[in-house]
């Protein structure tokens, strides 16, 4: 007779917090494509631009004094884990986009990382407090294999989109693949509807 443990089963199927083909962790998996690079606050940027190249510059000072925001969010990788009730702290892109006065300078964005990492979203997924620029998660100070010294986290798309080490926000008059769509991955990546591959 097939014995299911009940835990086991309930990990498995989605529930109404849980996109289809994901299951729940508790951990907090580290998900890097290369070594964590060493980022110091001291010599941090990040750089907001419009589609000419013209745009925002802050230090780690100027970005810590920006108006902070929290959110307490379920976040989804398309390796299928999902991790319900994570709390960040930052800066939301509306603050940025604000100060910068980008708000209207473009309909896609592509975030970019120290290290290199690209990845790409539509401008409407960051606005109306969608997303931050986090520097602080469960109340810590971020950790560097988690994205630290700042990452940007679109709660709601897959997790490869929410951009570890964070250096600059580009915005673009069209979409184009950061390095993940451009290897297969979807240029949207909504868990909801499974969007994980093209
Ligand atoms: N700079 C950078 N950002 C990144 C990645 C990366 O390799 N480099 N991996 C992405 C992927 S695929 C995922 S699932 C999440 C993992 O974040 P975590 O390591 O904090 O769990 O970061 C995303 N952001
Ligand atoms: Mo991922």
Known sequence: MAVINPRFRRKERPGPQLPPGQYLTTDFPVMSLAATPVVRTERWALTLTGPDGAGHRWTW??????????????????????????TWKGVSIDTLLDAAG??????HVMA??????????????????????????????????????????????????????????????????GFWEANGYNMYGDPWREQRYA
Not at 64 to 85: A, F, M, N, Y
Not at 102 to 107: D, H, P, Q, S, V
């Open 61 to 86: 000072s100027e970005f810590t004094d920006l108006p902070q925001q929290e959110i307490t969010v379920d976040i989804h990788c398309v390796t299928r884990w999902s991790k319900l009730g994570t």
């Open 102 to 107: 980008l708000r209207e300078a473009g309909t």
């Open 112 to 177: 970019s990382c120290y290290g290199g990492y690209t990845t790409n979203m539509p401008l409407a997924d960051l606005v109306d407090g969608k997303a931050l620029i986090a520097h602080t998660f469960d109340g810590k100070p971020l950790a560097p294999e988690h994205g630290g010294p700042a990452r940007l986290v679109v709660p709601h798309l897959y997790f490869w989109k929410s951009a570890k080490w964070i250096h600059e926000l580009h915005l673009m008059s069209a979409d184009e693949p």
